[in-house]
Nanobody, 121 residues
């Protein structure tokens, strides 16, 4: 069982930056692939970034967002730079027991409660 708690969301102006954190419970955090997804009002949940040995990003965030993890702190981060209004969404952290980053939300077993990111234009 893994419990995930996101933090770091908020209101930011377009062009600004935020860093999201996701703290995980459990002693085997390093064994899990970790992902960030987001869901805007009226839209499907979509892949943002994932990390497991290496990283993968959605095309819409490549070059602006950076995913990283600190296994000693059981935490995964999402550094978001050059934010745009279209990045506004609830951001979710997810964990899955597989190797390699994956983009399909259905493959992730554990989810956090989400943190709101609002970018004003």
């Amino acid at each position: 069982q893994v419990q995930l708690v996101e933090s770091g969301g908020g209101l930011v102006q377009a062009g600004g930056s935020l860093r999201l954190s996701c703290a995980a419970s459990g002693r085997t955090f390093s064994n899990y692939a970790m992902g960030w997804f987001r869901q805007a009002p009226g839209k499907e949940r979509e892949f943002v970034a994932a990390i497991s040995g290496y990283t993968d990003y959605a095309d819409s965030v490549k070059g602006r967002f950076i995913i990283s993890r600190n296994n000693a702190k059981n935490t995964v981060y999402l550094r978001m730079n050059s934010l745009k209004a279209e990045d506004t969404a609830v951001y979710y952290c997810a964990a899955g027991s597989f190797a390699g980053p994956r983009v399909d939300a259905k493959e992730y077993r554990y989810w956090g409660q989400g943190t709101q990111v609002t970018v004003s234009s």
